[in-house]
């Protein structure tokens, strides 16, 4: 299990979460940005999706039939992409887990996708780690997407039922990130 630095990190989030008017029992926020957000994005982010597209597939066959999705997002948090079993998916929509919604830190507070993307630094959260109630049922590992010059680009993460938690998805969300990674890098 995790130790201090991810206890003090989950921390750390909860707070910021507190900070930005985030309260535990928000409910889901199914308010989609403006339309039209979801193809500027996915245009905007069209090389970090080509470079991913094919390695979140790879990642998707390694942990079909477990519950869960895999999700690309942008710098910004926004989900660009999923694909997951359809239980999963279900559940998933449920509390917005859907592309074009955002899950940042200052939309969802402590989650794995948000937090990630904050700290840029690969991580799971789970079950009760998530500040809002709405999405304690959830365990999440990701991982921030870092371009060939060093920025953060987006996000990899794998959600699932916080009862379907393994221990080893956290190290294979950052080998997927990396392969993303090394795939735009040879491509520059």
Same mark, same amino acid.
């Given at each position: ?7 003090d990190?989950?921390?750390? %989030?909860?707070?910021r ?14 308010? %989609?940005?403006?339309h039209?957000?979801?193809?500027d ?25 477990t519950?869960?999705m ?7 948090g926004?989900?660009l992409?999923s694909?997951?079993d ?7 929509s ?7 919604m955002?899950?940042s ?9 948000g937090?990630a993307?904050s ?5 799971t959260v789970?079950?009760?780690?998530h ?8 365990t ?5 997407i ?6 953060v ?9 916080h009862?379907?938690y393994?221990?080893?998805?956290l190290?294979?969300v ?15």
């Amino acid at each position: 299990m995790p130790g201090a630095d991810h206890h003090d990190l989950i921390g750390q %989030s909860h707070r910021r979460s507190q900070s930005y008017g985030i309260t535990v029992t928000d409910e889901p926020d199914f308010s %989609s940005p403006t339309h039209g957000v979801l193809p500027d994005a996915l245009e905007e982010n069209r090389f970090l999706f080509q470079h991913a597209a094919p390695v979140m597939e790879t990642l998707y066959d390694q942990i079909v039939n477990t519950h869960s999705m895999v999700l690309l997002t942008s710098a910004r948090g926004l989900v660009l992409h999923s694909l997951g079993d359809m239980d999963f998916l279900e559940r998933a929509s449920q509390v917005a887990l859907t592309p074009g919604m955002d899950w940042s830190e200052k939309s969802k507070g402590t989650n794995a996708i948000g937090t990630a993307l904050s700290e840029e630094e690969a991580l799971t959260v789970h079950g009760g780690q998530h500040y809002m109630n709405a999405n304690k049922f959830l365990t999440c590992s990701a991982s921030p997407i870092f371009d060939p010059y060093g920025q953060v680009i987006g996000a990899l993460d794998v959600t699932g039922d916080h009862r379907s938690y393994h221990q080893h998805t956290l190290a294979l969300v950052r080998m997927s990130a990396q392969m993303i990674e090394n795939h735009m890098f040879a491509d520059i």
